[in-house]
Structure formats: structure tokens, C-alpha cells
């Protein structure tokens, strides 16, 4: 098993930027691929950006804006996010991949705002 615990995430203005990190703890041995999904009210749970075995992996509405970064010997995966917009609000989940079963595991998720 492998838990995921995400930074808080925060308010920002528009054209802002914000971080957020995610720790694994657990079976961390198994994982090969983190990565960050969101979702917006309303709407269903997007891709925003995956690193993994093949490299990295960006949605792209946030390409050029978001950046992810991991550090494999703190089991933690961090997203950049600059020039934030108003459609960027959304709660963030980390999110990770099990290389052996494919089980996926998710974080509790952290409200990103942005405000106009």
C-alpha cells in the first residue's frame, strides 16, 4: 500500500504562481509513475501532468505554465505552477502508479483559487 499526502494548496491572483508537493510513504518501492490530476466543479477529473519511467507528460492547457518535479529520495513529487489562471481553480490530487500491479493510488486532493 502507499499513501499520498499533498501540501495545502492556497489563493492566488491571476498571472500568480503557487506550488504544491505530494510525500509517498508506504510500499514507495512499487511506485514508477506520480503524477497531478484536478477537478474543477462540474466537471470530470483531468490529466495535468505525469513523470515517469519515459519522462514527463503534460495536458495541454497548462503546458508551458506547470512544471513537475520529483525527488525520488524524499518519495515526493512537486507541481510549479506559474501564470495561473482563473480555470486553473481546481482541486489538485496526486496521484501514483503501482509498476508491478498497476494499482493507482490518490492523494486527499488540495483546493487551488485562482481569482480574477
Known amino acids: 500500500q502507499v499513501q499520498l499526502v499533498e501540501s495545502r494548496g492556497g489563493s492566488v491572483q491571476a498571472g500568480g504562481s503557487l506550488s504544491v508537493s505530494c510525500t509517498a510513504s508506504?510500499?514507495?518501492?512499487?511506485?514508477?509513475?506520480f503524477g497531478w490530476y484536478r477537478q474543477a466543479p462540474g466537471k470530470q477529473r483531468e490529466l495535468v501532468a505525469t513523470?515517469?519511467?519515459?519522462?514527463?507528460n503534460y495536458a495541454d492547457s497548462i503546458k508551458d505554465r506547470f512544471t513537475i518535479s520529483r525527488d525520488n529520495a524524499k518519495n515526493t513529487v512537486y507541481l510549479q505552477m506559474n501564470s495561473l489562471k482563473p480555470e486553473d481553480t481546481a482541486v489538485y490530487y496526486c496521484?501514483?502508479?503501482?509498476?508491478?500491479?498497476?494499482?493507482?493510488?490518490w492523494g486527499q486532493g488540495t483546493q487551488v483559487t485562482v481569482s480574477s
Open positions: 508506504g510500499s514507495t518501492f512499487r511506485i514508477n509513475t
Open positions: 496521484y501514483a502508479k503501482d509498476k508491478w500491479n498497476g494499482s493507482e493510488y
Open positions: 513523470s515517469g519511467i519515459f519522462g514527463t
